[in-house]
């Protein structure tokens, strides 16, 4: 495979590759501040899944974000503490959908409210653990 030349952007570089690839679908993966800006990059394309993502705007961004018609799955580990930064006091939201590896081990589909009080925002913010942001299954 050839290396890209100095000066092409990554939009580039994908609209190349859509080209050449019609019937593939593009898809955004990141863990942590990698979740954010997965977040962000996803508007401008196609399918999203975010792990341990912080909460990246304020809601009217979620709700955008939720609108644009493509797949998302925000993906929380039991206690993580990062999700639940910045605080929504600060006016920060996230968006959906919210998969819930439960502390006792179960995994839960939270449905469309990116903040569900049933899901890990049941969680006491003091028993929060930041440990848990690097449990994330199939992360290393």
Request: glycine share 10%; hydrophobic share 35%.
């Amino acid at each position: 495979m050839r290396i890209r030349p100095e000066g092409d952007t990554i939009v580039e570089a994908i609209s190349d590759l859509v080209a050449k690839f019609p019937t593939f679908k593009i898809t955004f993966v990141g863990h942590s501040l990698g979740g954010a800006l997965a977040s962000v990059a996803a508007a401008d394309f196609m399918q999203l899944f975010t792990y341990g993502q912080p909460r990246t705007g304020n809601s009217a961004y979620a709700r955008w974000i939720e609108n644009q018609g493509f797949p998302i799955s925000r993906v929380v580990y039991k206690k993580d503490l990062v999700p639940r930064v910045p605080l929504q006091s600060m006016g920060f939201h996230h968006h959906s959908e919210e998969l819930w590896y439960t502390p006792a081990g179960g995994f839960t589909h939270c449905g469309s409210n990116g903040e569900n009080p049933n899901c890990q925002d049941s969680v006491p913010f003091l028993t929060l653990d930041a440990r848990d942001h690097g449990g994330y299954p199939g992360l290393s």
